[in-house]
């Protein structure tokens, strides 16, 4: 049973740095075609998706939002890390993580298949 | 890379079929088939509903469908349930990364 939990402030100030943590079970990011994303959802508004890392290390950016992320895993822990720096109040969202799996018939990664609660993150002075 | 193009807004009585576009470009949509559609109840993290255009995981009922014609990908659900009033946003493979829709609430009558 694959289980994801998003952890980190719910609060940052204008101009901090946002560290959140991934927490999964049920899979390993050690092993071959697993990955995991990170996708946010402002109140109201859409998804969007911000970065990707799998099991060789591979890491993937938004192009509009990569200058200011950085994803890194420790698999001995099962956590995926985000930082995203210069926080603005338009970064106020819900933080989502979500496993991904790499398809090696296709040549392609799959979709998101279990994602995570989500954290609400609030960026305020 | 621009959001997928999804109508802001569908509705449909209990029953009827109703179908939601996503129009995306040739560099994503156009480009792969891997278009996956999740659903969103309020307050709640998003589901998969179908991937890979068209395929659909374990559990999700048959009443949910995805298909695809060029750069449009769509999702149509069939004898609408009130179950199924909910937000529903695509999303494609764009080479390196990954877009999603501007998603569409569903409004059951």
């Known amino acids: 049973q694959i289980t994801l939990k998003e952890s980190g402030p719910t609060l940052v100030k204008p101009t901090q740095t946002l560290t959140l943590t991934c927490t999964f079970s049920g899979f390993s990011l050690s092993t071959s075609g697993v990955g995991v994303g990170w996708i946010r959802q402002p109140p109201g508004k859409a998804l969007e998706w911000l970065a990707l890392i799998y099991w060789n290390d591979d890491k993937r950016y938004s192009p509009s939002l990569k200058s200011r992320l950085t994803i890194t895993k420790d698999t001995s822990k099962n956590q995926v890390v985000l930082t995203m720096t210069n926080m603005d109040p338009v970064d106020t969202a819900t933080y989502y993580c979500?496993?991904?799996?790499?398809?090696?018939?296709?040549?392609?990664?799959?979709?998101?298949?279990?994602w995570g609660q989500g954290t609400l993150v609030t960026v305020s002075s | 890379q621009s959001a997928l193009t999804q109508p802001a807004s569908v509705s449909g009585s209990p029953g009827q079929s109703i179908t939601i576009s996503c129009t995306g470009t040739?560099?994503?949509?156009?480009?792969?088939?891997?278009v996956s559609w999740y659903q969103q109840h309020p307050g709640k993290a998003p589901k998969l509903m179908i991937y890979e255009v068209s395929k659909r995981p374990s559990g999700v009922s048959n009443r949910f469908s995805g298909s695809k014609s060029g750069n449009t990908a769509s999702l149509t659900i069939s004898g609408l349930q009130a179950e199924d009033e909910a937000d529903y946003y695509c999303c494609s493979y764009a080479g390196s990364s990954v877009v999603f829709g501007g998603g569409t609430k569903l409004t059951v009558l």
């Open positions: 979500a496993h991904r799996a790499y398809d090696f018939w296709s040549g392609y990664p799959r979709e998101f298949d279990y």
């Open positions: 040739s560099s994503d949509v156009g480009s792969y088939n891997l």
